[in-house]
């Protein structure tokens, strides 16, 4: 059990160091996450705005199209009206004249909700690829500003993650998922040290039997009130 705690002892060490590491990086990371998040999102919002511009062009092409072909029975419509030689015939293409003005009238109010809908477009588009390349910007200066940082302690680091390792292999399973969850509850920080009676991970007090239990390194204890596996210090000896 004392290679288990004299393990634990190490690997905790070896994490903090780890740490250590990554918090010299600072922000960087979730910068660059972040960043990678937010261009992906414009790319999206940069499609889809793409996409719509081109359906409402298609759309008025066609509305064109549409108004010409109006005009042209409409023209002819009107001619017809002087050859007219009865009231029902003359109420007929009355009727269709009347259709047509009305079709050609909606036709125009709609081109100009088009037009208004393209210009906002062609405006956010243009929004869109100037935050692209801002941030495509932000992102590359970001990414080289955290690779310079990871260059600065790669080796270290490589170091750490070995001897992290080479520890794990001497822990069974479940000392290591027990050792990984109070790590992730606590801060990072899963085992404490027993100082004059008192953990070194919330400064609360141990009973004295436990204090002599702890120091005999023959069992894992944890502490009552923050759940961190218990060491002997031995620097108190």
């Known amino acids: 059990m004392q290679k288990t705690l004299n393990a634990l002892i190490e690997l905790q060490e070896i994490d903090l160091k780890l740490d250590r590491l990554n918090e010299e990086r600072g ?14 999102k414009n790319e999206e919002a940069l499609k889809e705005q793409k996409e719509t511009l081109k359906k409402l062009r298609t759309e008025e ?3 064109e199209l549409d108004m010409e072909s109006t005009h042209s029975l409409l023209k002819k419509y009107e001619e017809q009206l002087y050859q007219v030689k009865t009231n ?15 079709s050609i009238n909606e036709s125009e109010n709609r081109i100009l909700e088009i037009t ?48 992290k390792n080479i520890v ?6 479940y000392n290591l998922s027990t050792y990984e969850r109070i790590r992730g509850a606590k801060r990072g920080v899963a085992v404490a040290y027993c100082n004059g009676g008192i953990c070194s991970g919330c400064f609360s007090f141990i009973p004295p039997q ?6 005999n390194m023959k069992k894992i204890y944890t ?3 923050c759940g961190r596996i218990l060491v002997w210090n031995q620097n108190e000896e």
């Open 168 to 173: 794990r292999q001497i822990l069974s399973k």
């Open 61 to 63: 092409k066609k509305i």
């Open 116 to 163: 208004e809908s393209l210009e906002n477009l062609e405006a956010s588009i243009s929004e869109l690829k100037k935050n692209r390349q801002s941030s495509q910007k932000e992102l590359k200066e970001s990414n080289e500003d955290l690779q310079a940082k990871i260059n600065e302690s790669s080796e270290e680091e490589n170091i750490l993650v070995q001897e």
């Open 88 to 102: 029902k015939e003359y109420d007929a293409i009355a009727t269709e004249t009347e259709t047509a003005k009305n």
């Open 223 to 225: 502490c009552e009130y």
């Open 27 to 40: 922000d960087l990371p979730e910068i660059v996450k972040n960043l990678n998040i937010k261009i992906e």
């Open 210 to 215: 436990k204090v002599v239990e702890i120091k």
